[in-house]
């Protein structure tokens, strides 16, 4: 019997999966009318704003138990991208229509139509392999991608944080600028991607070669 927490996280992934298939469209659709790599945010920049905002739920979901990964996890990977997302992309007008945009809000969007239909049937326990291999698959190409176009953005928009001195009023109380702030993130963000990256190979291991990972346990 379906318990009422897997039909409201079959609701909760379906609706995100929605969400960044009409974003991914809304991207495309610009793309593929204009022949312009510029319209990455004016297509879709608002509605991924909200999908990701509104996917601090998760970190709820892993508070309140009714997830298995946890809540820590979740919280960075949801806190890592809102703030690159919000505080930078959003903020920073200059750096809107950098082709970087594009490149990462589709390499985000085509790990999110997967993800999500991926959890979705996993409550209802009909999940097809073929969407199991794709969850664990196409990340290796796709994680790389998105990393290097979120490290491009901030990059490009460190000139303006510099020349505008962004959050000066948050950042009052501490011995550094936001400006310093985004060059160390940029500097710790393939080591800490790194480590996420190699993490999402593990769970790869498990999740589609079971067999030979209870072998290793008994050797």
């Given amino acids: 019997m379906t318990r009422l927490s897997d039909i409201y996280l079959f609701s909760y992934n379906s609706l995100q999966a929605f969400g960044w298939a009409i974003a991914l469209f809304r991207i495309l659709t610009d793309f593929f009318s204009t022949k312009s790599v510029n319209g990455g945010y004016a297509s879709a920049g608002e509605l991924i704003c909200l ?29 890592g991208r809102t703030h690159f997302l919000l505080a930078i992309v959003r903020k920073i007008y200059e750096v809107q229509e950098s082709p970087a945009v594009l490149i990462t809000f589709v390499s985000w969007c085509c790990i999110e139509i997967i993800r999500y239909p991926f959890y979705a049937l996993s409550c209802l326990g009909s999940c097809p392999s073929f969407l199991t291999y794709l969850r664990y698959t196409v990340f ?80």
């Fill in 140 to 219: 290796i190409v796709i994680y790389p991608i998105g990393v290097v176009g979120e490290m491009w953005i901030m990059y490009q928009s460190l000139p303006v944080i510099l020349e505008k001195n962004l959050y000066a009023d948050y950042f009052a109380a501490v011995p550094f600028s936001y400006y310093t702030f985004v060059k160390a993130v940029l500097i710790c963000y393939p080591f800490l991607w790194l480590q996420l990256y190699l993490y999402l190979f593990k769970q790869r291991r498990s999740k589609l070669y079971p067999r030979s990972e209870k072998e290793k346990k008994r050797k």
């Fill in 51 to 79: 999908l990701q905002t509104l996917a601090f739920i998760e970190v709820i979901h892993g508070v309140l138990g009714i997830v298995p990964s946890g809540f820590l996890f979740p919280l960075m990977q949801w806190g």
